[in-house]
């Protein structure tokens, strides 16, 4: 008996338990994209052994609670305990819980809700009375789906349902499940396919034995509630001159006999609570006169709340609590630190592309950039909506534009103002314009480019009565799957959408400058659709103003085209002005846009990294470090705080141009982790000058891959889910962690490359500098745990109070729980002393780093969700990836012969 005590309670146990629970749910983001949610909670989530490897998990942590007696460890105990009680809490909810919806139209009343969990329902009539039948059962499109239910009715008599079949059928990201039942009567059986799926109604198939008739239907069943809701309106608001949705509202009462009848107004993030139950706004009718509302009624609620109340309180004790593995790793850093570091060089070197343009373009260019300057900064304040109905400079729209089209901000000389409004007031000669660069040999031929010839123009694409020429071309690489195409077809596609670009430019598409005077949804219009929509003087004056502008620019009578731009602006005020953001406002947006800080940071970044990398590893190598690394550490030190400084600047500019945190998409998360990664290393590890360099590597690779031509840059508007001070705190948390993350894995790289140049005989410096970044590291991934797991658990307080649900094994929840499972496995691998090992710490907190590559940009982009850009076809993998995966395996290949090293002990 002791036997089984010592290995249920052991830390081997805990670390295969969580490999396991880890290992089935990354499974089950994969299953569930391919075959359906309900073939992922069959197989994994909702299945017995997945259960019991749970169950087993919390034994087990209770166990080695008692085991350690941790209580005499206030931080260790609280935040360990949490978690059995978020165990308790979410096993309350999963087997008492109720979770539905309410649909219910304008002027109706409902008191019956749809279930989310599926249910086999049978209803027999006969002559004498009807008999009804429910199984709870979701299906698996892999099998093991057999069963065969009974059922007795009048007085003894036996029907039976037998399972068939079960195919799932699945289009983009519309599903459905197809079941099929055999039901027999009196020896007679009948054969049925059933149409259905959790969360939706399934479609009934009634079946006639003579006098006796049995309805099958599969789908979610009909609860009625104790009460009913009425609609009496439902509200919804788009961003000015956008189908976008602002918020949108439900006018309930709540008609109650028990209670008395009540008005209330649920919208999002503000939810109904009434008898047990909770109503979120969730949805709406295509039409807008209907609501559709996630109903929740959740007793397992507080004890879950109760757990994430003591895990964020004995997370952040355990941080400042000197008897903690972390405040050991930290005074062992602080009584080996390091006073040395190299002389720091870097420069930073540009060059303008070269491009050969027609003549009739070398004529007229030198005297527009010469004179169009002023004319174009003009143009650049005019106020433009945004199609999500942001309301930005015309200049925000520039940058954008020329970036996109150009990969930078200039162009021969002239800013992004100039060439866009040269595109448009000459269109004839700026088709010659050689803007857009074009990689790929064969469609430099296609284009009829000399081998010499990087950049393309408009015109390129075009030839005679022939036409586009990449016609053929564009329509056959659509033809082929995402995830088949070939850097050609990539390249084709995505040069194909710049030139469609560039021809909106030509037209003014894009330049919605003009209100429409009393239009009650606030909509600007380009020149041409205001020409057409407009009537009598307004649209005179439209006309007017736009023609007299572009002919001033077009003949390059500059006095007389700011004297048009300033025309144009007093329209924008007269018929938009509560919609023209703060003149303060405008002014921080376009500095932002000419500080053009992020970009620049990039190659600052990965150059100072590299050298910072290169000289702490100069000084490992050195038997006895010189002077000067101890004066330079200042001076490097002092740089990167200035960077750092730089860089909370410009996210606080932004936050303040946008309205909102500056963590609402991919591209501003990125901005954020990468602040977040510089933060770690000047706070937490600045006495380390490999460390430093590994900290600006890390903050310049996430800039570097925010930059990237498929993430967007765009400033935009919130959805109105993402309105919450919850996701701000949850987001922020989350993605700060990711910086810390990122930070160990560079060190777990970089220390198996110390491995490789080990020679306890030659360098015994090296194996010191092994202990002391291992430390590091270690410290590091408590950090970003720490975080990790708050801000997981943060984030399902903002789901339960959004939607009514904490947890719905979504990808994204899935791939971020089963991140914090690996790196609580990494971070306690040192419990068992065969695995304290310095080599296997590196080697793990390197690989862990995949699991939250996976979680940011693997499920965004291949798997589908709430959370996911995916639809349909996957995307193809970079070819980055293939080259990574193989450096990481030859690192660890390099590294595994000289891998025996003791392990680090720290003093108590």
């Given at each position: 008996m002791k036997r089984i005590i010592d290995l249920l309670f052991s830390i081997k146990t805990s670390l295969l338990l969580l490999s396991i629970l880890a290992i089935g749910a990354a499974a089950a983001t994969?299953?569930?994209?391919?075959?359906?949610?309900?073939?992922?909670?069959?197989?994994?989530?909702?299945?017995?052994?997945?259960?019991?490897?749970?169950?087993?998990?919390?034994?087990?942590?209770?166990?080695?609670?008692?085991?350690?007696?941790?209580?005499?460890?206030?931080?260790?105990?609280?935040?360990?305990?949490?978690?059995?009680?978020?165990?308790?809490?979410?096993?309350?909810?999963?087997?008492?819980?109720?979770?539905?919806?309410?649909?219910i139209r304008e002027g109706r009343?409902?008191?019956?809700?749809?279930?989310?969990?599926?249910?086999?329902?049978?209803?027999?009539?006969?002559?004498?009375?009807?008999?009804?039948?429910?199984?709870?059962?979701?299906?698996?499109?892999?099998?093991?789906?057999?069963?065969?239910?009974?059922?007795?009715?009048?007085?003894?008599?036996?029907?039976?349902?037998?399972?068939?079949?079960?195919?799932?059928?699945?289009?983009?990201?519309?599903?459905?499940?197809?079941?099929?039942?055999?039901?027999?009567?009196?020896?007679?059986?009948?054969?049925?396919?059933?149409?259905?799926?959790?969360?939706?109604?399934?479609?009934a198939k009634t079946l006639d034995f003579g006098g006796v008739k049995v309805t099958v239907e599969f789908g979610s069943k009909i609860v009625k509630l104790p009460f009913a809701l009425k609609l009496r309106d439902f509200q919804l608001e788009r961003y000015p001159g956008s189908m976008a949705p602002s918020s949108y509202a439900s006018e309930v009462t709540v008609i109650d006999p028990q209670s008395g009848n009540f008005n209330y107004r649920i919208y999002m993030n503000h939810t109904l609570d009434h008898r047990?139950?909770?109503?979120?706004?969730?949805?709406?009718?295509?039409?807008?006169?209907?609501?559709?509302?996630?109903?929740?009624?959740?007793?397992?609620?507080?004890?879950t709340y109760l757990g994430y109340i003591l895990l964020a309180l004995g997370l952040l004790w355990n941080l400042f609590d000197p008897t903690s593995r972390f405040g050991k790793l930290v005074r062992y850093l602080k009584a080996t630190a390091s006073s040395g570091m190299l002389l720091l060089l870097f420069a930073l070197l540009s060059a303008a592309p070269r491009a050969a343009t027609p003549a009739d373009l070398d004529k007229y260019l030198p005297a527009y950039a010469q004179g169009s300057k002023a004319a174009a900064e003009d143009f650049g304040r005019l106020i433009v909506q945004s199609p999500m109905g942001r309301m930005e400079p015309v200049n925000s729209l520039d940058t954008q534009l020329l970036y996109k089209l150009h990969g930078s901000l200039a162009w021969r000389g002239m800013d992004q103002d100039q060439v866009l409004l040269g595109m448009l007031s000459r269109p004839e000669l700026w088709r010659y314009a050689r803007l857009i660069r074009v990689k790929s040999p064969k469609l430099r031929k296609i284009l009829g480019l000399s081998d010499a010839e990087k950049f393309a123009a408009f015109a390129d694409a075009f030839e005679g009565k022939k036409g586009y020429k990449l016609k053929k071309y564009v329509e056959a690489a659509h033809r082929i799957k995402p995830?088949?195409?070939?850097?050609?077809?990539?390249?084709?596609?995505?040069?194909?959408?710049?030139?469609?670009?560039?021809?909106?430019?030509?037209?003014?598409n894009l330049?919605?400058?003009?209100?429409?005077?009393?239009?009650?949804?606030?909509?600007?219009?380009?020149?041409?659709?205001?020409m057409q929509k407009f009537t009598g003087k307004k649209r005179a004056?439209?006309?007017?103003?736009?023609?007299?502008?572009?002919?001033?620019?077009?003949?390059?009578?500059?006095?007389?085209?700011?004297?048009?731009?300033?025309?144009?602006?007093?329209?924008?005020?007269?018929?938009?002005?509560?919609?023209?953001?703060?003149?303060?406002?405008?002014?921080?947006?376009?500095?932002?846009?000419?500080?053009?800080?992020?970009?620049?940071?990039?190659?600052?970044?990965?150059?100072?990294?590299?050298?910072?990398?290169?000289?702490?590893?100069v000084e490992i190598l050195r038997e006895r470090p010189g002077p000067w690394f101890a004066r330079i550490r200042l001076g490097a030190g002092a740089l990167l705080w200035g960077l750092f400084a730089l860089h909370t600047f410009g996210l606080g500019l932004r936050w303040y141009i946008a309205g909102h945190a500056p963590w609402s998409d991919a591209y501003e998360s990125l901005l954020y982790i990468s602040w977040s990664a510089m933060l770690a290393g000047l706070i937490f590890f600045r006495q380390s000058l490999l460390v430093l360099g590994a900290t600006v590597t890390v903050a310049g690779i996430f800039l570097f891959t925010a930059h990237l031509s498929n993430i967007n840059p765009q400033?935009?508007?919130?959805?109105?889910?993402?309105?919450?001070?919850?996701?701000?705190?949850?987001?922020?948390?989350?993605?700060?962690?990711?910086?810390?993350?990122?930070?160990?894995?560079?060190?777990?790289?970089?220390?198996?490359?110390?491995?490789?140049?080990?020679?306890?005989?030659?360098?015994?410096?090296?194996?010191?500098?092994?202990?002391?970044?291992?430390?590091?590291?270690?410290?590091?991934?408590?950090?970003?745990?720490?975080?990790?797991?708050?801000?997981?658990?943060?984030?399902?307080?903002?789901?339960?109070?959004?939607?009514?649900r904490y947890w719905g094994w979504d990808p994204k929840e899935t791939w971020a729980y089963v991140s914090i499972l690996v790196y609580t496995v990494v971070l306690h691998l040192r419990l068992v002393p065969k695995w304290d090992r310095p080599f296997l710490f590196a080697a793990a907190s390197f690989l862990a780093f995949s699991t939250i590559l996976m979680t940011y940009f693997g499920v965004n982009f291949y798997l589908s969700g709430m959370h996911s850009y995916a639809t349909g076809d996957p995307v193809p993998i970079p070819e980055w990836v293939y080259w990574a995966a193989g450096a990481a395996a030859s690192t660890l290949a390099l590294a595994w012969p000289k891998r025996k090293l003791k392990r680090l002990k720290l003093k108590r």
């Open positions: 994969f299953l569930e994209n391919d075959y359906g949610s309900s073939t992922a909670r069959v197989l994994v989530y909702y299945s017995p052994w997945y259960i019991a490897a749970l169950f087993l998990a919390g034994i087990n942590l209770a166990g080695v609670i008692w085991r350690y007696r941790m209580w005499r460890h206030p931080p260790r105990f609280l935040f360990h305990t949490a978690f059995l009680l978020i165990g308790i809490g979410a096993a309350t909810t999963h087997y008492f819980g109720q979770e539905g919806v309410l649909h009343s409902e008191d019956r809700m749809l279930t989310a969990e599926p249910y086999l329902q049978v209803t027999i009539r006969t002559p004498t009375g009807v008999w009804y039948q429910e199984f709870q059962k979701d299906f698996s499109a892999l099998g093991g789906n057999d069963f065969n239910e009974t059922i007795l009715f009048d007085g003894g008599k036996e029907l039976s349902v037998e399972f068939v079949d079960y195919k799932f059928a699945k289009k983009g990201r519309a599903t459905m499940g197809l079941l099929t039942v055999k039901v027999c009567y009196a020896g007679k059986c009948r054969q049925t396919r059933l149409v259905g799926k959790r969360g939706a109604k399934g479609y047990g139950y909770k109503f979120f706004q969730s949805s709406y009718d295509p039409d807008e006169r209907g609501t559709i509302l996630s109903v929740n009624d959740d007793p397992g609620k507080w004890p995830g088949e195409r070939g850097t050609f077809e990539r390249e084709l596609i995505a040069l194909d959408e710049k030139l469609n670009v560039i021809y909106m430019v030509f037209y003014g330049y919605r400058i003009f209100p429409m005077p009393g239009d009650p949804r606030h909509t600007w219009y380009n020149p041409l659709e205001a004056e439209v006309e007017a103003l736009t023609r007299r502008f572009i002919d001033a620019v077009a003949a390059g009578d500059w006095p007389a085209a700011r004297e048009r731009i300033g025309k144009i602006r007093d329209y924008q005020r007269r018929y938009g002005a509560e919609l023209i953001p703060p003149k303060k406002k405008i002014e921080a947006e376009l500095f932002y846009n000419r500080l053009h800080l992020f970009p620049r940071l990039v190659g600052i970044y990965l150059l100072l990294g590299f050298v910072l990398i290169l000289a702490g590893f400033i935009t508007n919130l959805v109105p889910v993402l309105k919450s001070y919850w996701l701000t705190i949850h987001v922020s948390v989350i993605t700060a962690s990711y910086g810390f993350l990122g930070l160990g894995a560079l060190l777990g790289f970089m220390i198996l490359w110390l491995f490789v140049l080990r020679d306890p005989l030659k360098r015994p410096q090296i194996d010191r500098a092994i202990y002391r970044l291992v430390a590091v590291d270690e410290a590091a991934l408590i950090i970003g745990l720490s975080m990790l797991t708050v801000g997981n658990f943060i984030g399902g307080v903002w789901a339960d109070e959004s939607w009514g």
